[in-house]
């Protein structure tokens, strides 16, 4: 998989960040691949190795997870606007649940329309049960974007920006870290990170626990803090 090329806001202008110089301009996931094992990091973004052949992507928790965070976006963007929606959780919902999820996913059908497009033209056009899968799921993926945009606004005065790119020159060395984050938050003087994760695991806490203690959210907190607005191309 290639890496995309990244713009820095420089003053009102974007610069490119040149990327020639491996591991020179970096993401988060790319620092956890190379803890993780380096002759993969080297594979996938050095060599930047593809397929000969086109993989299909199975149905399944990650493009849920795509969609989920589609809705999710587009509940945060519609909330930051003059007209601030009320979130109201699933579970304190009047009538069928079911019900309640339709409603609120062709609420934002065309807000997620490309995302869609993209997980649907992920999957081998033969997978009937996987495409099938994936439209039963909609529902589902806009109800738990739901919850979690009920949770992400409350006691918070202001959404700064949602799916916004940031970089920042790591002290000490000539590397730049790029990122992002799902939404920032204002409430008062303080500025808060919003991450979204969805998991297929049962071990909720576990998980839970896992991303709270995660480095890379104290890399997008510096990013934002301390760091630029950036672009990614292609």
């Known amino acids: 998989a290639g890496s995309p090329e990244v713009e820095m806001r420089a003053t009102k ?5 040149s990327r020639s110089k491996p591991g020179s301009v970096v993401s988060p996931s790319e620092l956890r691949s190379f803890s993780t094992c380096p ?3 080297r594979l996938e973004y050095v060599e930047r190795l593809r397929p000969n052949d086109r993989n299909w992507a199975k149905m399944g928790p990650r493009i849920r997870g795509v969609l989920t965070h589609a809705f999710f976006e587009a509940m945060l963007n519609e909330w930051r606007g003059d007209h601030r929606v009320e979130f109201v959780a699933s579970w304190k919902w009047n009538g069928d649940l079911i019900e309640g999820a339709i409603v609120i996913a062709d609420r934002y059908s065309d807000a997620i329309s ?3 497009e993209r ?3 992920d999957l081998d056009p033969r997978d009937h049960d996987g495409r099938s899968e994936l439209a039963a799921s909609i529902p589902g993926c806009a109800k738990a974007a739901n919850d979690a945009a009920m949770i ?3 006691d918070i005065d202001e959404i700064i920006a949602a799916e916004q790119t940031n970089a920042i020159n790591l002290p000490g060395v ?4 790029f990122g992002t984050a799902d939404a920032i938050a204002r409430k008062g003087d303080s500025l808060g990170l919003i991450e979204l994760k969805t998991t297929a695991s049962k071990q909720l806490d576990a998980m839970a626990e896992r991303y ?3 480095p890379n959210v104290d890399l997008y907190a510096a990013m934002i803090t301390n760091g630029r607005a950036a672009r990614r191309g292609n």
Request: hydrophobic share 40%; glycine share 4%; charged share 30%.
């Open 119 to 121: 997980c649907l033209g």
């Open 152 to 154: 992400a606004v409350r």
């Open 39 to 41: 002759r993969k990091w």
């Open 13 to 17: 202008s974007f610069r490119k960040l």
């Open 114 to 116: 490309s995302t869609l």
């Open 174 to 177: 000539n590397r730049w870290v």
């Open 212 to 214: 709270r203690t995660n």
